[in-house]
């Protein structure tokens, strides 16, 4: 079972800034939060990842607790084309297991 | 920018018929795995797959399933014998090392499969 909890809904207006939360309280010391996107039925895509530190890279900024419990991506601009469900996944690295579980995630509506 | 791809897009079988779901991963990587996804439900992983064996697999991937790498740049999907129930969107993904132990998958576009 994903070991993530996510809102199921969120809103955000276009051109601002949309924060996604979720809780991984029972993340472990090395695993990892991932961030990926469904846009309608089109295969996941990936966002950002980060271990402990604040990540950013061109799609979104990662902000990680200090207890790493939880975690925010936030999109800066959020244009129309961000609608889609979000997914926050908590991971180990490869070697202690691969696959990637999906939760429900959180749908996000940008609106104009 | 490489990309998984797959193929074809749509596929619809009669029940009982032999599927398969091809992929192309991107050249580099070395772990490969099938997802599915029925239609208003979740995202389930099925099969992983490294160094030509499956490393791991769900319980939804039982005998009728089965995964091959023919020619070292293809990974394919087979269903034997299909059923309703296999209707869903097949995801496939590969992987790859972004640095240390960090890697990041990624996922092609999906083909739906049409049981009917």
């Known amino acids: 079972d994903a070991k993530t909890t996510q809102p199921t809904s969120m809103d955000c207006a276009e051109g601002r800034a949309a924060n996604l939360p979720c809780n991984h309280s029972t993340i472990s010391g090395n695993e990892y939060v991932y961030w990926y996107r469904q846009i309608h039925s089109q295969g996941p895509q990936y966002i950002i990842h980060?271990?402990?530190n604040n990540e950013t890279n061109e799609m979104a900024s990662l902000i990680i607790t200090e207890d790493r419990k939880s975690s925010t991506l936030i999109l800066p601009h959020a244009t129309l084309r961000d609608t889609a469900v979000y997914y926050c996944?908590?991971?180990?690295?490869?070697?202690?297991?691969?696959?990637?579980?999906f939760g429900q995630g959180t749908e996000l509506s940008v609106k104009p | 920018e490489p990309e998984v791809t797959q193929t074809p897009s749509h596929q619809v079988t009669q029940m009982g018929q032999e599927v398969i779901l091809r992929c192309v991963p991107i050249?580099?990587?070395?772990?490969f795995y099938w997802y599915r996804q029925i239609l208003g439900q979740k995202v389930e992983f099925l099969v992983s797959?490294?160094?030509?064996?499956?490393?791991?697999k769900s319980e939804i991937f039982d005998d009728q399933f089965s995964v091959e790498r023919p020619d070292g740049s293809n990974f394919t999907l087979k269903i034997r014998s299909t059923k309703l129930e296999d209707s869903a969107m097949y995801f496939c993904?590969?992987?790859?090392?972004?640095?240390?132990?960090?890697?990041?998958?990624?996922f092609g576009p999906g083909t739906r499969l049409t049981v009917t």
């Open positions: 993904a590969s992987e790859g090392r972004v640095r240390g132990l960090v890697y990041e998958q990624y």
């Open positions: 050249s580099n990587h070395l772990y």
């Open positions: 980060g271990l402990k």
């Open positions: 797959f490294y160094n030509n064996e499956i490393s791991e």
């Open positions: 996944i908590v991971r180990a690295p490869y070697n202690q297991g691969g696959k990637l579980i």
